[in-house]
């Protein structure tokens, strides 16, 4: 059954510094959103793209962060200047589009701002 | 504004059933349940959209009352593998649907 798929899985990094997300979503879907998840909360909504562009993005998503589709498979979420309060595990979901049909959660990439 | 899910955990025996209710103060589309182990990603369980539907998977089915904004989702004859906690994930625009998620319902099973 095909899988949204993210890597790393795991990333530490120091505060100030850039971290790019990947993240291949499945691949006949339209919609990739990305959403987070800090320790022991709710999944809160980040942005979401659609036709090659953002059709929404949440008070969180401000300047320090990006989103890409580089190539036919990749989606990455970019933190320009990580913060501590950054540290959160980080979902792309996917979909394909279509009344019935709901978002594809990939395992995350825990991020560790230090 | 994030739906509101009730109970905030609830523990139970083996065999026993479960009700997690699911409120929402804006209009909503559909709404989306999942379940996430700890450390896992949410698992997609069933989707509903606004009509009053009732859906089935396996032991676990919901229903969605469109006029008070509100779905719930039953847990039949619980099974330990049914630990975890359970979002709800509301839909209110059609198109890009961004789903908007309560705060979870901790599940937990024991023997």
């Known amino acids: 059954e095909p899988e949204v798929t993210q890597t790393p899985s795991h990333q530490v990094t120091q505060m100030g510094q850039e971290v790019i997300l990947r993240c291949v979503p499945i691949s006949n879907h339209l919609y990739f959103y990305w959403y987070r998840q800090i320790l022991g909360q709710k999944v809160e909504f980040l942005v979401s793209f659609y036709n090659n562009e953002i059709s929404e993005k949440s008070e969180i998503f401000d300047d320090q962060f990006s989103v890409e589709r580089p190539d036919g498979s990749n989606f990455t979420l970019k933190i320009r200047s990580t913060k501590l309060e950054d540290s959160a595990m980080y979902f792309c979901?996917?979909?394909?589009?279509?009344?019935?049909?709901?978002?594809?959660f990939g395992p995350g990439t825990r991020l560790l701002v230090l | 504004q994030q739906p509101v899910q009730s109970p905030q955990a609830v523990i139970l025996r083996e065999g026993e059933d479960a009700v997690i209710n699911c409120s929402s103060s804006?209009?909503?589309?559909?709404v989306h349940w999942y379940r996430q182990k700890h450390g896992e990603a949410p698992v997609f369980l069933m989707i509903l959209l606004k009509g009053g539907e009732q859906k089935g998977h396996e032991k676990i089915s919901a229903s969605f009352n469109e006029k008070k904004q509100q779905s719930s989702l039953y847990l039949t004859a619980s099974q330990l593998s049914y630990s975890g906690t359970y979002f709800c994930g509301t839909g209110s625009n059609f198109g890009n649907e961004k789903l908007t998620f309560g705060t979870g319902t901790r599940l937990t099973i024991i023997p």
């Open positions: 804006k209009a909503l589309y559909s």
């Open positions: 979901a996917s979909r394909v589009g279509g009344l019935q049909e709901t978002q594809y």
